[in-house]
């Protein structure tokens, strides 16, 4: 049996971030369990993304190309991933944790007679096996998950849990893999989108956050500033988006977007459970808040206990100095 095998998610030639946080996962399980780690990558016409991954430290890169995975279908991604992993048998089969990924990952953990454990947050060894630490209770509670019996296994990776750039540089030979796939039932339609103004915080470097915190609407452009001075993108804690203060599309947590940006600040945030779920993974985490017992500063790399409307104006009065503007 082989190693790690780590599969890449790709949209139209465009790689998703998380798919590069997903490998850096890859990478550092495989070093610990004393075995090799390779990559694939599904689509049509997926030569140059193959090639993309081929200057990383990896054993063997699978370029597995079908005209039918030109556009992402469940029977096809299963059909065509189902041989590979028949052909490799690796131990472990790491996905990141996307919608996509959630899509069709059970059914090809299925039809290999194995099951998938989603949304992991952190690994480790112990014994020379596996541990996959997952959240449970939406975050309230962390769960190791033992694996046992013959591979593969398989496992989702959450977003922010680990970081892209620590994937290691090296070269490896690209091996493309062209599969035989059979019918496909299902007809895919366009991405959804919640709407024109929909954003990806995912995607984003620097998230300024707001929270109750704020008070009313009407404060909001208070925290805007920041977020304007900065280039950040503007985002929330629940209570926000549910009073309609800001759209629902900017809210982070369980129930919203996971965010892994180099900085997050948390403005008038108090920190519950359900908000740290998405965005603990954040590089640098700032946070504002008066009541100096607030759940955020538990994790927060930077705590500022005041009033934010004292301190975030002050803040972006020296932010402005700092630019010359």
């Known amino acids: 049996m082989s190693g790690v095998l780590v599969v890449m998610e790709q949209r139209g030639g465009v790689w998703n971030r998380m798919s590069f946080e997903t490998l850096a996962a890859g990478q550092e399980i495989s070093k ?9 990558v599904a689509g049509d016409a997926v030569a140059g993304l193959a090639q993309e991954l081929a200057a990383k430290a990896l054993d063997k ?7 039918l995975l030109a556009g992402y279908t469940p029977d096809g991604f299963t059909a065509a991933l189902a041989a590979l992993i028949r052909e490799t048998n690796p131990r472990l089969v790491l996905f990141p944790h996307t919608y996509q990924v959630r899509d069709y990952a059970p059914k090809l953990a299925t039809r ?21 630490v997952r959240l449970l209770f939406q975050g309230k509670l962390n769960g190791d998950v033992r694996l046992s ?3 593969p296994h398989f496992a989702s990776i959450q977003a922010g849990a680990y970081r892209a750039e620590n994937v290691a540089a090296g070269t490896a030979a690209v091996e493309t893999v062209t599969p035989t796939i059979g019918e496909i039932r299902s007809k895919p ?31 909001i452009p208070v925290v805007e500033e920041l977020a304007k001075a900065l280039g950040a993108e503007l985002a929330a804690s629940r209570p926000i988006c549910d009073n309609g203060w800001l759209p629902m599309e900017r809210q982070v947590g369980s129930s919203g977007q996971t965010v892994a940006p180099k900085m997050y600040m948390a403005i008038g945030i108090s920190g519950a459970i359900q908000h740290l ?22 994790v927060a790399d930077i705590g500022v206990v005041g009033d934010l409307f004292e301190v975030v104006p002050a803040l972006v009065e020296e932010i402005k100095k700092a630019k010359g503007a």
């Open 277 to 298: 779920v998405g965005m603990k993974g954040s590089k640098t985490i700032v946070a504002i808040n008066k009541d100096s017992n607030a759940p955020i500063f538990e």
């Open 189 to 219: 339609q366009a991405p959804f989108r919640e709407g024109a103004r929909a954003v990806d915080l995912t995607t984003a470097e620097i998230i300024v956050s707001v929270g109750r915190g704020i008070k009313e609407k009407e404060n």
């Open 32 to 40: 610990a369990l004393g075995c090799g780690c390779s990559a694939a």
């Open 149 to 151: 019996g013959a591979g």
């Open 61 to 67: 890169v699978y370029a597995v190309e079908h005209p």
């Open 112 to 132: 290999l007679d194995r099951v998938l454990v989603s949304d992991v947050i952190k690994t480790r060894v112990e014994g020379g096996e596996p541990i996959l």
